[in-house]
């Protein structure tokens, strides 16, 4: 039997941590709202999802999802909870209170080994282009280099950012993703880490 692919285990765990959280499976239309896709896409998954023996649930009636835990791998004890230290701008550069603000659960089988991971939440909306939206939880691999292309948290001018790096002849350009804003130049920014993976917020 296939295993899920990368968005169905994306659709697995959100629905493994709504049961979690409020001890009630989410309808199909609330799979689609999180991850901003159609009810029908929405469905396909879950169909998938039964297909490959990861979730139970009838077709005619609300609120029936069951996750199977058939394996290891989906058990809670894979849970992963993430630090949030607080907030990072997808738009002008603004402060970041690195103080702990809670943990995100995170499937461990989303984490790559021996890495270290830290949450922010994003404000603003320069990288909407990206898929990134305000109120999203970005989920950051910790790393202070970077390639050209990469999503980065980054501290510039002692303030903290999320944009795409690029290293220029003699200087650091951060892009936005938004043609409503401009990208931020400097010789001196410090980077935090890699965007790994980002939570919609629902």
């Not at 039964?50 to 809670?76: A, M």
């Not at 990134?132 to 950051?140: G, P, S, Y």
Request: with cysteine; charged share 30%.
């Amino acid at each position: 039997m296939k295993e899920p692919t990368q968005r169905q285990r994306e659709v697995l765990t959100f629905i493994m941590d709504f049961i979690h959280s409020r001890s009630y499976p989410p309808t199909i239309r609330e799979i689609a709202e999180n991850f901003s896709i159609s009810v029908k896409g929405a469905y396909d998954h879950i169909s998938a999802l039964k297909k490959k023996g990861k979730l139970k649930f009838e077709d005619r009636r609300s609120r029936t999802l069951e996750v199977v835990c058939s394996d290891d791998e989906w058990e809670y004890n894979n849970i992963i909870k993430i630090p949030i230290l607080g907030v990072v701008a997808a738009g002008r550069p603004i402060l970041s209170e690195e103080n702990w603000d809670g943990t995100i659960p995170v499937h461990s089988s989303f984490l790559k080994k021996n890495r270290q991971y830290f949450a922010l939440r994003v404000k603003g909306d320069s990288m909407k282009d990206a898929g990134i939206l305000e109120k999203d939880m970005a989920l950051i691999q910790k790393q202070n280099t970077a390639k050209n292309g990469d999503i980065v948290v980054a501290i510039v001018d002692e303030k903290v950012t999320l944009k795409r790096f690029y290293k220029e002849a003699n200087r650091i350009r951060l892009q936005p993703e938004n043609s409503s804003h401009h990208p931020i130049y400097s010789q001196d920014v410090r980077v935090l880490g890699k965007l790994a993976y980002i939570i919609r917020a629902c």
